[in-house]
């Protein structure tokens, strides 16, 4: 099985890559690249406890009676920079920067919390990046704004720097599933397989059926197929269709390994089910189609090669499976018509001018089979097979000074 090839299937259908910006699950966590946005949201962030700031509190409004009247100062000062700042443009940029760094003494750790996602809003990471430091500054022990930093340096790529982010998130609370989940993908794509695999098992230990480990259960299983562990890779898979029975991917999946360890009744099983939730993808008849070939069923496999090409109005690859098969059961003429209709629709198929010639020759029918090879020299004169062939066909009916022309033309051309 070429696991790369499944993996371009796989990925082209639901890609759950640490790139994916916006695919979130119920916890608020991602899959990697883009998270602060949509964990911020899940989060909630207007219910987070925090504390009073302390910058405020040891510092410019020391002297306010208490924490609402410490706000209630800021709210109306930090007003007041609000108009002043309107009419500041017309004074530069230099003037407004230096009250906008005014204004910033009346921030809480909750405003520049909201800024640094405001700031993400408009992909501003770097601007992002200073708030939730400031957030840091004033409390130490805000796990949301490490958090949320860990969140734009994996954006950006910069690993070893967000999983040293989400580890302080672990640090100070370790019941803090969104970090373990973002930690993981952040070592799944820097290539640490193992603690990846750690960081998913942690979450998935503690809610095993929990319906947001859907998409965990789905990238620990690549993991686990990543390093052949198939029997723990076909669990997970199993654990991602026992939360959402329509999981195209876990049936997908399960199929391939099935068939990599050559249980091929159980990889039908798989396959018909993924074909039910995606009818018209051809990779799973096409596997499919594979393991009805490998028990000897052949009738079916061609059922199903038939059935794609009805639906993808004569998909070439189909025809070219169907054509072959065809050839292998010995029902030339059938193979014949596949392949002609597969150059009829690419002229630059090559392999299909040569098989066809082949179905004509095992047919008996060698005149035409070497018009058809002919042909092919003509618009593909490096094509060796096709020269090789025609030697063949005419050694065979005792034409030896033929044979030893074409064989001669074929050193000329490929040499």
């Given at each position: 099985?070429?696991?790369e090839?499944?993996k371009?299937?796989v990925s082209?259908?639901?890609d759950?890559s640490e790139?994916?910006?916006?695919?979130?699950?119920?916890?608020?966590?991602?899959?990697g690249g883009?998270a602060?946005l949509a964990?911020g949201i899940?989060l909630?962030?207007t219910s987070?406890?925090?504390?009073?700031?302390l910058?405020?509190?040891?510092?410019a409004?020391?002297?306010a009676?208490g924490?609402?009247?410490?706000?209630?100062t800021?709210?109306a000062?930090?007003g007041?920079?609000?108009?002043?700042t309107?009419?500041a443009?017309?004074?530069?940029?230099?003037v407004?920067q230096?009250?906008?760094d005014?204004k910033?003494?009346?921030?809480n750790e909750?405003?520049?919390?909201f800024?640094?996602?405001?700031?993400?809003?408009?992909n501003?990471y770097?601007?992002?990046?200073e708030?939730f430091?400031?957030v840091?500054?004033?409390n130490?022990?805000?796990?949301?704004?490490?958090?949320?930093?860990g969140?734009?340096?994996?954006?950006r790529?910069?690993?070893?720097t967000?999983?040293?982010n989400?580890?302080k998130v672990?640090?100070?609370?370790?019941?803090?599933t969104?970090a373990?989940?973002?930690?993981?993908h952040?070592?799944a794509?820097?290539g640490?397989?193992?603690?990846a695999?750690?960081d998913?098992s942690h979450v998935i230990?503690?809610?095993p059926?929990?319906p947001s480990?859907?998409?965990?259960?789905i990238k620990?299983g690549?993991?686990f197929?990543k390093?052949?562990?198939?029997?723990?890779?076909?669990?997970?898979?199993?654990?991602?269709?026992?939360?959402n029975?329509?999981t195209?991917?876990?049936?997908?999946?399960?199929?391939?390994?099935n068939?990599?360890l050559k249980?091929?009744n159980?990889?039908?099983?798989?396959?018909t089910?993924?074909?039910k939730?995606?009818p018209k993808?051809t990779?799973?008849?096409f596997?499919?189609v594979?393991?009805?070939?490998a028990?000897?069923?052949?009738?079916?496999a061609?059922?199903?090669?038939?059935?794609?090409i009805?639906?993808?109005?004569?998909?070439?690859?189909a025809l070219?499976k169907?054509a072959k098969?065809y050839?292998?059961?010995?029902?030339?003429?059938?193979a014949i018509?596949?392949?002609?209709?597969?150059?009829?629709k690419?002229?630059?198929?090559f392999?299909?001018?040569?098989?066809?010639?082949?179905?004509?020759?095992r047919?008996?029918?060698t005149?035409?089979a070497?018009e058809?090879l002919?042909?092919l020299?003509?618009?593909n004169p490096n094509?060796?097979?096709?020269y090789?062939?025609r030697?063949s066909?005419?050694q065979k009916?005792?034409k030896y000074?033929?044979a030893i022309?074409?064989?001669?033309?074929?050193?000329?051309?490929i040499v």
């Amino acid at each position: 099985m070429d696991w790369e090839i499944v993996k371009e299937v796989v990925s082209s259908t639901n890609d759950l890559s640490e790139n994916e910006f916006v695919k979130d699950n119920t916890t608020g966590s991602v899959l990697g690249g883009g998270a602060a946005l949509a964990a911020g949201i899940a989060l909630g962030i207007t219910s987070l406890p925090l504390a009073v700031p302390l910058l405020i509190a040891g510092g410019a409004f020391g002297g306010a009676a208490g924490e609402k009247g410490v706000k209630a100062t800021g709210k109306a000062v930090t007003g007041l920079f609000n108009e002043v700042t309107k009419g500041a443009e017309l004074l530069g940029e230099k003037v407004t920067q230096r009250i906008g760094d005014i204004k910033d003494l009346f921030k809480n750790e909750e405003d520049f919390l909201f800024r640094g996602i405001e700031r993400l809003k408009h992909n501003e990471y770097k601007g992002a990046i200073e708030d939730f430091s400031r957030v840091i500054d004033i409390n130490p022990k805000c796990a949301d704004a490490y958090f949320f930093r860990g969140c734009v340096h994996s954006d950006r790529h910069n690993y070893k720097t967000a999983i040293e982010n989400y580890t302080k998130v672990i640090e100070i609370d370790n019941s803090y599933t969104d970090a373990y989940i973002n930690r993981g993908h952040v070592y799944a794509s820097s290539g640490n397989d193992i603690k990846a695999i750690a960081d998913y098992s942690h979450v998935i230990i503690h809610k095993p059926e929990n319906p947001s480990n859907l998409d965990i259960y789905i990238k620990r299983g690549s993991l686990f197929l990543k390093l052949k562990e198939y029997g723990k890779s076909l669990e997970d898979y199993s654990q991602a269709i026992k939360i959402n029975p329509k999981t195209f991917e876990a049936y997908f999946m399960k199929g391939c390994i099935n068939m990599e360890l050559k249980k091929y009744n159980d990889a039908i099983i798989d396959f018909t089910e993924a074909i039910k939730i995606r009818p018209k993808n051809t990779d799973s008849y096409f596997y499919r189609v594979e393991a009805y070939i490998a028990l000897s069923n052949e009738k079916a496999a061609l059922d199903d090669l038939t059935r794609v090409i009805k639906f993808t109005r004569g998909y070439k690859e189909a025809l070219l499976k169907r054509a072959k098969l065809y050839f292998e059961l010995k029902d030339y003429n059938q193979a014949i018509i596949d392949y002609t209709t597969v150059i009829q629709k690419d002229i630059n198929c090559f392999d299909a001018y040569y098989m066809r010639a082949c179905a004509n020759n095992r047919k008996g029918d060698t005149n035409v089979a070497l018009e058809n090879l002919n042909e092919l020299v003509k618009i593909n004169p490096n094509y060796s097979d096709a020269y090789i062939s025609r030697a063949s066909i005419y050694q065979k009916n005792k034409k030896y000074k033929q044979a030893i022309s074409k064989l001669s033309n074929c050193y000329r051309n490929i040499v």
